[in-house]
């Protein structure tokens, strides 16, 4: 069946503002020595198109070079952006690795065109963050002395395959040749711990103790999600209340979310100076989940002059009416809650006061109930 690839994009969908953006707005004068270079002969693929289907797998949820690749050759929208070329997975890889310098500022020229068409309101701006995955495997994470110890077992297990060999010399040869691959992979693994002890540093956190490390990844840390733990990131964002536009997004490999506010603030602070807006922050709200409290958080923005709303961790604890009492619970009731592992309801019909006069009930808090 033909079909004509130029008709493919229609106006007023993502795919359509994408190819319009990178061919007419963007500034890719950073990516001139990767494209025209007369001494070793230029890219294979100019950089409008690498662009466009990178930003487009990244927002149909395609962060992988091969599944980008595999797009590029099944799916009717990224053949239509490229042009119907098929790039390899390693140059798309290479792409992004080696162009980071060069990406990076697009963000911002981006953020000029929403600022040019009215999309940005600059009222009120909120930070949120999500566990993001990472490559890299737990297996290979641990403090300086976690990793000194694995080394040490892995030094054993190989000195134990060799004595091994030396006790048994009348073993069959496919056994021998399987130990002796065995014992290789081990070598290599203690060696690499011992490269990476060797010419890195420990981390440490923010009270000086010793932080797990992981040795293919070290920006990446070791969280917990509600899926369990991953080796990952936390991913970043701030964005405008106005049209959703996020003006700040960044990877941090901290555990916890509360030592990214400040960076992040000041990665917001300079991209609104970028768009000519430098006093934006003292005249905006700003808004954080419970995930950003913390005393040092509180302190920090009571210097910056945000008018700043951040969910309290403690305010359960603090509030009356959430505190749960002994008594509102008979002995009977507190058997079943301790059969069933469940937690106290925080309130019972004894805390609600019903009027019979007015057929009416006020909630522990005083609010009139309605039906």
């Given at each position: 069946?033909?079909?004509?690839?130029?008709?493919?994009?229609?106006?007023?969908?993502?795919?359509?503002?994408?190819?319009?953006?990178?061919?007419?707005?963007?500034?890719?004068?950073?990516?001139?020595?990767?494209?025209?270079?007369?001494?070793?002969?230029?890219?294979?693929?100019?950089?409008?198109?690498?662009?466009?289907?990178?930003?487009?797998?990244?927002?149909?949820?395609?962060?992988?070079?091969?599944?980008?690749?595999?797009?590029?050759?099944?799916?009717?929208?990224?053949?239509?952006?490229?042009?119907?070329?098929?790039?390899?997975?390693?140059?798309?890889?290479?792409?992004?690795?080696?162009?980071?310098?060069?990406?990076?500022?697009?963000?911002?020229?981006?953020?000029?065109?929403?600022?040019?068409?009215?999309?940005?309101?600059?009222?009120?701006?909120?930070?949120?963050?999500?566990?993001?995955?990472?490559?890299?495997?737990?297996?290979?994470s641990g403090t300086f002395e976690e990793l000194e110890r694995k080394q040490v077992k892995l030094d054993k297990a190989s000195k134990r395959i060799l004595a091994c060999h030396q006790s048994q010399d009348v073993m069959p040869e496919d056994e021998v040749i399987h130990d002796l691959k065995q014992k290789e992979k081990l070598d290599k693994s203690a060696a690499k711990i011992g490269e990476y002890l060797a010419t890195k540093e420990e981390k440490l956190g923010r009270k000086g103790k010793s932080v797990k490390s992981n040795i293919t990844?070290?920006?990446?840390?070791?969280?917990?999600?509600?899926?369990?733990?991953?080796?990952?990131?936390?991913?970043?964002?701030?964005?405008?209340?106005?049209?959703?536009?996020?003006?700040?997004?960044?990877?941090?490999?901290?555990?916890?979310?509360?030592?990214?506010?400040?960076?992040?603030?000041?990665?917001?602070?300079?991209?609104?100076?970028?768009?000519?807006t430098p006093n934006t922050l003292s005249e905006a709200k700003f808004t954080a989940d419970s995930g950003f409290h913390s005393e040092e958080n509180l302190k920090y923005l009571a210097t910056t002059g945000l008018d700043s709303y951040i969910a309290d961790t403690q305010f359960r604890s603090r509030n009356p009416l959430f505190k749960v009492s002994d008594t509102y619970h008979t002995e009977k009731e507190k058997r079943r809650l301790k059969r069933s592992k469940g937690k106290p309801r925080l309130f019972t019909s004894k805390d609600f006061h019903y009027d019979e006069e007015q057929n009416t009930c006020r909630c522990p808090a005083g609010k009139t109930l309605w039906q």
């Open positions: 069946m033909p079909i004509d690839f130029s008709r493919q994009i229609l106006p007023s969908t993502f795919e359509f503002a994408l190819s319009h953006i990178v061919d007419n707005r963007l500034d890719l004068s950073g990516f001139d020595a990767w494209y025209q270079n007369d001494k070793r002969g230029a890219a294979a693929y100019p950089p409008t198109v690498m662009l466009k289907i990178i930003l487009l797998g990244y927002v149909h949820g395609l962060v992988s070079s091969r599944r980008i690749a595999q797009a590029c050759e099944t799916n009717i929208t990224f053949m239509s952006l490229s042009g119907d070329v098929q790039p390899h997975y390693t140059s798309i890889a290479s792409f992004v690795s080696k162009m980071s310098e060069q990406i990076a500022p697009l963000f911002t020229q981006i953020l000029m065109i929403c600022d040019e068409e009215g999309l940005i309101g600059r009222n009120m701006f909120a930070i949120d963050g999500c566990k993001i995955k990472s490559n890299a495997s737990k297996e290979w990844d070290p920006d990446s840390a070791k969280m917990t999600t509600s899926k369990g733990t991953i080796q990952g990131y936390n991913g970043i964002a701030i964005n405008d209340d106005k049209h959703q536009i996020i003006l700040q997004a960044q990877t941090w490999g901290s555990v916890g979310e509360q030592q990214t506010l400040k960076p992040a603030l000041g990665q917001l602070d300079e991209q609104l100076k970028k768009l000519g």
